[in-house]
């Protein structure tokens, strides 16, 4: 099993700073990778996938670089409604797998 | 628009056994590879299994927490995915999530989730 590790576990950034979230993979998933975030008491939603592809819907102060087993995910401006918990996801291999998360919150 | 409504979520007893269901609607159900994920309270999403559309088998996978225990399975004429949990353990406490992925991401990219149902196992 492909073991996905965020970090930091806790990230403190103010608004209107940059944000920049890790993902790494114990092999290789190629681009095979998702972000969600997830706010309290709702859904996780989809952020990222590919690696670097937008879902619909989502603003373009987040992007998604890395391939193999490095990734990161940027939030060029921090908006009050982007602190949340983000976890990354590897669809390369069954089983897929998910970070433990990074929470993002207000400094 | 894509809805997911999951039902059957309850309180049993450690050993028992429950049956999720998941409705779907706005999609064309029989081309869509479904799955499950859940997440214990305040903890983070674990995937449980996924199931693949007819055309492709209909095959199921499921991770290593929940193989021989769980069962996915799908009703294409009722766009209902089940999920049937039996020999349930206290760390099988979860809220239980039915999700779509983007096509062709091999139920990857989860782009749709429903409200979740929560199933707590206790004596």
């Known amino acids: 099993e492909i073991v996905m590790t965020q970090s930091p576990a806790t990230l403190s950034v103010s608004p209107g700073e940059r944000a920049t979230l890790s993902c790494r993979a114990s092999q290789s998933v190629r681009t095979n990778l998702v972000w969600y975030q997830q706010k309290p008491g709702q859904l996780p939603r989809l952020l990222i996938y590919?690696?670097?592809t937008r879902a619909t819907g989502i603003p373009a102060r987040f992007s998604g670089s890395g391939s193999g087993t490095e990734f990161t995910l940027t939030i060029s401006s921090l908006q009050s409604e982007d602190f949340a918990v983000y976890y990354c996801?590897?669809?390369?291999?069954?089983?897929?797998?998910f970070g433990q998360g990074t929470k993002l919150e207000i400094k | 628009e894509v809805q997911l409504v999951e039902s059957g979520g309850a309180l049993v007893k450690p050993g028992g056994s429950l049956r999720l269901s998941c409705a779907a609607s706005g999609l064309t159900f029989r081309d869509a590879w479904m799955t499950w994920v859940r997440q214990a309270p305040g903890k983070g999403l674990e995937y449980i299994g996924r199931?693949?559309?007819?055309?492709?088998?209909?095959?199921?996978d499921y991770t290593a927490p929940v193989t021989g225990r769980f069962t996915i399975s799908r009703d294409d004429s009722k766009s209902t995915v089940y999920l049937q949990m039996n020999s349930l353990k206290t760390e099988d406490s979860a809220v239980y999530y039915c999700?779509?992925?983007?096509?062709?991401?091999?139920?990857?990219?989860?782009?749709?989730w429903g409200q979740g149902t929560l199933v707590t196992v206790s004596s």
């Open positions: 999700t779509k992925d983007i096509p062709y991401t091999g139920g990857g990219a989860l782009d749709y």
């Open positions: 590919g690696a670097s």
């Open positions: 199931i693949k559309s007819k055309a492709d088998g209909e095959t199921t």
């Open positions: 996801q590897q669809y390369n291999n069954w089983p897929y797998s």
